[in-house]
């Protein structure tokens, strides 16, 4: 008796990927510098999944069911696909949560010093308790910006990188005269370091532009965060941050997911990018205590590779100098 075999044939409807550059650098050398041989190699021995939990919002969970949907874990990233003949809304949002996972993470990497807190408030409309996660990142392709054209145009979740402003603090990157620059110190009269003299020759890296400003909400009682995001329901306590991925973009159809209604023929590939973080290197003595053998820098942590000659020090713990209360230096210490 003959079997009757239904198959489905699924497509991709987006891919997301996520890079740390303390992970994929090469000491001074940046990831996408590095020779394409190697590059692959970096990627190969990468798992963003040791770093960072990814996971959809239960609202978005439903949601993806709800289109026969699936969605998977990567070591870049994650992959959500569906099958080829299911028709999408162009105004459909899905929404994922990003948890830390590497008690490390913000050690070696380059938030600007703003490590995302809970606030909570009472909604009186709806009398229920609003979640609200201060300095956290909102990433989305309604918002990020390109690098390259044609077949070699990336596509980033970040925001295009802000100009330089006089309030801006230590670790922020940003645009300066034409060039990708970074905040080493506080202001009035910060240090800074050039990433690259072109920005639009460099990743766009996560910045503090990503973290968007909340409005006022009326019949709401506490005092609402300035800047941070308001969690979906559901979403753990502890989020770092959210991506938000919307099926249309309007103004940018390469970062769009679908095209009448249907997933496109090549998925797009979302990207999002973290600095590693750059620190002053401070050597000092084992045997005679408190004696300083000397300190340079500042210079990148990473994990392959040294951008100087001597010992690198442990990333797990940084130390910050202060003038009142401005930020000097991010410290590493190094006992030789």
């Not at 289109?67 to 990567?74: E, G, M, N, S, Y």
């Not at 300095?135 to 330089?164: H, I, W």
């Not at 099926?247 to 997933?263: K, L």
């Amino acid at each position: 008796m003959p079997v009757e075999r239904l198959t489905t044939r699924y497509a991709r409807l987006f891919e997301l990927r996520v890079l740390h550059h303390y992970w994929l650098d090469e000491g001074a050398t940046i990831f996408d510098a590095l020779p394409a041989a190697a590059q692959q190699e970096r990627l190969q021995g990468y798992d963003v999944r040791t770093l960072l939990e990814i996971k959809p919002t239960g609202a978005t969970g439903a949601q993806l069911k709800g289109l026969q949907a699936v969605w998977k874990p990567t070591s870049l990233g994650l992959v959500v696909g569906l099958p080829a003949d299911v028709s999408v809304e162009d105004t459909s949002t899905f929404e994922f949560t990003l948890r830390i996972v590497d008690p490390d993470f913000l050690a070696y990497t380059a938030y600007g010093l703003t490590v995302p807190a809970s606030v909570d408030a009472y909604g009186t409309p709806t009398r229920r308790v609003l979640r609200f996660r201060s300095d956290a990142a909102l990433y989305s392709n309604l918002t990020g910006c390109a690098r390259g054209t044609g077949g070699a145009k990336q596509l980033f979740l970040s925001m295009e990188v802000p100009a330089r402003q006089g309030t801006d603090r230590i670790e922020y990157i940003v645009k300066y005269l034409g060039a990708l620059v970074q905040l080493l110190a506080d202001p009035p009269a910060p240090a800074t370091v050039v990433l690259g003299p072109v920005v639009g020759d460099l990743p766009a890296f996560a910045t503090h532009a990503d973290i968007p400003a909340v409005a006022a909400l009326p019949g709401v009682v506490g005092a609402l965060p300035s800047r941070g995001i308001l969690l979906p329901d559901g979403a753990p306590r502890d989020t770092f941050a959210l991506i938000r991925i919307v099926a249309i973009r309007a103004t940018d159809p390469d970062f769009s997911c679908t095209v009448g209604g249907v997933a496109k023929p090549v998925a797009p590939v979302f990207q999002l990018r973290f600095k590693n973080r750059r620190t002053l290197w401070r050597r000092f003595s084992k045997s005679t205590p408190g004696t300083k053998l000397s300190e340079a820098g500042p210079f990148p942590l990473t994990y392959a590779g040294n951008p100087s000659t001597a010992q690198k020090p442990a990333t797990g713990a940084v130390k910050l100098d202060r003038a009142g209360a401005a930020i000097t230096n991010i410290v590493s210490e190094i006992f030789m």
